[in-house]
């Protein structure tokens, strides 16, 4: 623009129709600056040393004809509106001309200074949104292609660092178990004649190593958790089946830091259902901590209690430390935060302890909270539900609800082997489905040969799990020594939305895992 004149490049060569386009433009109400040529040719050397508003334009021209018009001025000047002037008042030649780049077109015997005005503000506007938003476009993919790269270079790095975890674990590992075994050795006496100050040493030793190891676990763990890798293998377990593999590593800590460990279990625990390794390593990490900051004399208490009422049996590692102030009892759970200073030598951590013991806990469907009293000690208190596969659905579908942006869709399967397979080929079908599972899937085992899987996906997806479970069932059979496993046959039983659907899927759960209806709210 000059100003507020608007700089027009007429295209007619037709003087009778350019002279009724002049008189349109002098009677609109509107500043116009008006430059005539009469051919295409004449008008892509104007667009090219000249600067317009806008182009009215004929079609018939003695050196071009129809849309080619329109085509050949918009490849002049891509960002110029382009209003056509026609004999020919046509939908079809309207969505031909829109087609090739003009923004309206007027018939000629309709030319007056209102429709001209308006057909011409509405064309710049309707060109000034067009270029913004394909500038807007070209942002979005300049934003897009360098996100992708530096997604790329991200999850190239990403993916280093979790080899390089793995590697360094693995590395650790081998020496560990060498040292420990040898101290182990030596500490018997298989070596020679130790003397009671050499056995305290040895002791050390091997809880040192056990500390490193439990670094490395802390590690492996954080790197899965954080990428969404690390999975659950739940099944059917007791308390003291948990306890006595943990038992042997807490008592030796205890006896190197002169504590005294006590426990306390009520009588006929029920059955838990989770993945009873890692709640074995949620209590050896909070007994490792309560034996590191307990008092002098230092007394730990693990206690395991259940009532009928409740649908979780709760664990509960209590220690006569030096407690935690409130302040810090919100920063406890938080990853690479360390509290304090213990009164007993200990080994310092990465301050991955804790936060990883809570989402072990959440992994299998509990809660952990922490009581504490300055002064007095502190008390962590977890809960594992029990073997109710009502209970446990209900869980696993609020876990889902809750970790799922989107509306989440649940899909049931059963899976079922041949009814006659022994109990070895249920623990390796067992094993074999657990080892399909991923973050949020959830497994139960049902009747002899039959198994209960919720997938947070729809039909097409679970299409995609078929496939997957067909092509590691032939990879674990390849090379399996001890027979090949049972085929695995599946049955979908449909998929539903939650929390809309969560009676229905309860329901449908009910029949084949305790086969019975359920009332449904």
Known sequence: MRGNRIRVLLLEDDPLDAELVKRAIHDADMQMELHSV?????ATE?????????????????????????ARLRQAAAEVPIVVLTSVDDRDLDVELLDVGAQDYIPKDRVTGDILGRAIRHAIQRQEQLVETQRLLCEVKDARDLLESKNSKLEKLYNQAHEFVDNVSHEFRTP????????????DGLAGEVTEEQTRMLNIVEDRADDLNTMVDDMLDSSKLGS??????????????????????????????????????DPDLPELYCDAEKVGRVITNLAVNAIKFCGDPGTVRIMVSTTLDNPDVIFKVEDNGPGIDESSLQQIFERFQQLGTTSRGSCKGFGLGLAIAKELVDLNFGRMTVESEVGKGSAFQFSVPKNDPLELMERYLLQVDHETECPPIVSLVVARIDSTASDITDDGIDGFLNYLLRRNDLLLQGADGEWFLALPTDKQEVQKYFQRSQQAWEDANRNRPFGPLPRVDYQWLGSWRIPEDNGLILNEMAKHVIHQEVACV
């Open 38 to 42: 009469t051919r295409v040719a004449e």
């Open 46 to 70: 104007a667009l090219a040393s000249q600067h317009f508003e806008l182009v009215l334009s004929d079609l018939s021209l003695p050196d071009s004809d129809g849309s080619e018009t329109i």
């Open 176 to 187: 560990l178990t060498v040292i420990k075994e040898y101290a182990s050795l030596v500490c």
């Open 228 to 265: 969404g890798l690390l999975g659950a293998w739940r099944k059917p377990c007791n308390v003291s089946e948990i306890l006595r593999h943990v038992k042997s590593t807490l008592s030796r800590k205890a006896r190197v830091k002169g504590v005294q460990l006590l426990y306390e279990l």
